[in-house]
């Protein structure tokens, strides 16, 4: 009896780690290490349980239970994370041909200042997007009247953060990024994102027992038609090889001459 106990304890944990498992759901894959630490510890600060899984390459991949996969991400995106990756000078031009026309280096050069700057921008503390967009005249030496260089600047931040003295920083920090433009011709857009309260108390999950085991309530049902599954199994199984014995005691009769 003990045996049986054991046996029908083990079949019920290894029920409950394959139905969990298969339970979660990727949120994001190929993730550095930092970025999967950074995601699982905001779903944590709201209550929402996640976890890191190793993939190739040294990259992560962040999985969560698929009830809240919708809750996860809509956190995640007010959040800015995980956050944008912007292009830089050599990705821009390691494709380039030998021979470009100067319209196709000029927008390459345009996107390459803006993935750049962009990217600046972002790494400021409480910033969850950014996007530069640069205005660089015509080199055309014989007018005198073309426009100057300008910028505009869009942050998303976070809503606590103090976002009025920045303004002037980043403003200088464009401007002495591009040649040829001033600190005037530079605009700055901030807006705040929608603020996310932590759950500061998270509710106790709801938890029952199947064989002395305890798990989510909601999690019952389906194990138990796991568990039901194995038991038909391990039943069928033993059927066969009880069936199996009989025959091979029972051969040696069947080869006894009648009398």
């Excluded at 976890?51 to 809750?71: H, L, N, P």
């Excluded at 426009?147 to 103090?162: C, D």
Aim: charged share 20%; net charge negative.
């Amino acid at each position: 009896m003990p045996r049986r106990r054991g046996l029908l304890r083990a079949l019920s944990i290894l029920a409950m780690a394959l139905l969990l498992q298969a339970c979660d759901t990727e949120l994001y894959t190929d993730l550095s290490e930092r970025e999967a630490n950074v995601m699982v510890a905001a779903l944590a600060r709201h209550g929402i349980p996640a976890k890191r899984v190793a993939a190739d390459g040294g990259r992560m991949t962040v999985t969560v239970d698929e009830d809240r996969f919708a809750e996860a991400v809509e956190i995640l995106d007010r959040l800015g994370l995980p956050q944008e990756r912007f292009s830089n000078l050599g990705e821009i031009f390691q494709g380039n041909s030998l021979v470009s026309s100067p319209v196709q280096e000029r927008a390459q050069m345009l996107y390459a200042l803006s993935e750049e700057l962009s990217h600046t921008v972002s790494q400021i503390d409480g910033v969850l997007t950014a996007r530069v967009h640069v205005v660089l005249p015509e080199n055309d030496l014989v007018r005198q009247d073309s426009t100057p260089s300008s910028a505009s600047v869009f942050i998303r931040h976070a809503p606590e953060l103090e976002v009025g003295p920045l303004i002037p920083r980043i403003k200088t920090l464009v401007a002495n990024g591009i040649a040829g433009l001033s600190y005037d011709n530079v605009s700055v857009v901030p807006v705040a994102a929608v603020r996310l309260e932590p759950r500061v108390e998270v509710l106790p999950m709801q938890t029952s027992t199947f064989l002395g085991i305890a798990m989510p309530t909601s999690s019952v049902g389906r194990i138990s038609w796991l568990f039901g599954g194995f038991v038909v199994l391990l039943l069928s199984l033993a059927g066969a090889v009880g069936w199996m014995v009989w025959q091979r005691r029972r051969a040696p009769y069947d080869l006894e001459p009648p009398a």
